[in-house]
């Protein structure tokens, strides 16, 4: 009897830990007085011999009281600064407006690498999860049209291995050299997913296994302003359909507009909601082309079905590529969200408080300082 009370006690330790946890699995442990504290205490609380419902409510007012105090204002923590959401499409040898050469690509890793940028997902964004390391800048990452260079597999000594020139690659070599730059990208694809045909269920099963995510950029790639209703809805759900049927349990719920055009007001439902072939689908978050950094999720200018995106590119992007406006952050010329550490707090600067989105903060803590 002794030792199952032992073992529960220990589950619910264990849950508390995980509730606790600030970071994703594959971050560095970073002390945390908090939860050293709560360990203590709650060895202590096993020691008396208290009740499992007391421990709970004593952690309860734990949680309640100290996630505010713990958050380092010398950070300068601003979670309603601008995050990016960078636009790739191809990656290879020639670099163009359309394809980022691979070493460059490498290079715009190691930039955000090297100045505090964190990957985050554009799910994570829309849903105002951001978990990013306190003193870190969310960054999301993007690919549009689902080219074979984007997912390569190629064969080495008789073996399948991800090409490590092609996105996925590259991407996987950052991951393994950095495991807390939270390596993720969204890929968005058309009716074939990044072409042999014969490995695109593979690919696809491996990329959400491995943390990344899969969005829609509709059937034929036509621009949604030229549509009716109808077809509209048979580009995004033949897209949607495709892919459940590599991935019956993923919930597609992004989606990239084609030339960033976007539908006739009146056909604007389609694009969020609508069932095809006996599916539904949902998208949360709807991506144009151009040409500037996004507002905080937590921002009431921030528009969910019409997110801005950067062009990953250094060609003809007229002062708006992203080289310019990462300059734009180190001049202090605009504002980069800086993460507070914990998704469950919304940390800002007093000066921007007209701008929080109540709605968008939900059960989240407000902190606010001078
Ligand atoms: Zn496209």
């Known amino acids: 009897m002794k030792k199952k009370s032992f073992i529960i006690a220990l589950i619910v330790l264990l849950l508390i830990l995980a509730g606790c946890g600030r970071e994703k699995e594959n971050v560095p442990e970073v002390p945390d007085n908090t939860d050293e504290n709560a360990v203590e205490a709650n060895q202590q609380d096993k020691e008396e011999g208290k009740s499992e419902q007391e421990q709970k409510e004593e952690e309860g007012t734990d949680e309640e009281t100290d996630p505010v105090a713990s958050i380092d204002l010398s950070l300068e923590p601003n979670e309603l600064g ?14 163009s407006v359309w394809q980022r050469n691979y070493d460059n690509f490498r290079s715009d890793l190691q930039y955000m690498y090297d100045n505090k940028y964190q990957m985050i997902s554009l799910n994570d964004y829309a849903k105002g999860e951001i978990k990013t390391r306190a003193g870190y800048t969310p960054i999301i990452l993007t690919f549009d049209d689902g080219r074979q260079n984007n997912f390569n597999y190629i064969e080495k000594n008789g073996e399948l291995v991800i090409d490590p020139d092609c996105a996925v690659g590259i991407l996987e070599e950052f991951k393994e050299k950095y495991p807390d730059f939270d390596v993720t990208a969204s890929f968005f694809l058309n009716s074939s997913a990044f072409g042999q045909e014969e490995y695109a269920e593979k690919k696809l099963n491996w990329l959400v296994k491995n943390g990344y995510d899969v969005g829609n ?56 909601q609508g069932e095809y072939e006996g599916n539904g689908y949902k998208n949360i978050a709807v991506l144009d082309v151009g040409w500037r950094p996004d507002y905080s999720p937590f921002d009431i200018l921030t528009n969910f079905t019409s997110l801005y995106r950067v062009t990953a590119s250094e060609i003809n992007v007229d002062n708006c590529g992203m080289y310019d406006y990462f300059r734009s952050y180190e001049n202090n010329k605009r504002e980069r969200f800086i993460s507070d550490g914990n998704p469950d707090v919304v940390t800002i600067p007093k000066r921007h408080e007209k701008h929080l989105n109540m709605d968008m903060v939900g059960d989240r803590k407000i902190n606010i300082y001078e």
């Open 217 to 272: 950029h509709t059937y034929s790639h036509y621009e949604l302003a030229t549509l009716t209703n109808k077809e509209i809805i048979v580009e995004i759900g033949s897209v949607n359909n495709i892919i459940k049927k590599s991935l019956p349990d993923y919930t597609v719920e992004t989606l990239a507009l084609p030339h960033g055009s976007n539908p006739k007001d009146e056909f604007l439902q389609s694009i969020l």
């Open 82 to 95: 601008e995050i990016m959401i960078l636009m790739y499409h191809g990656i290879g040898k020639e670099e």
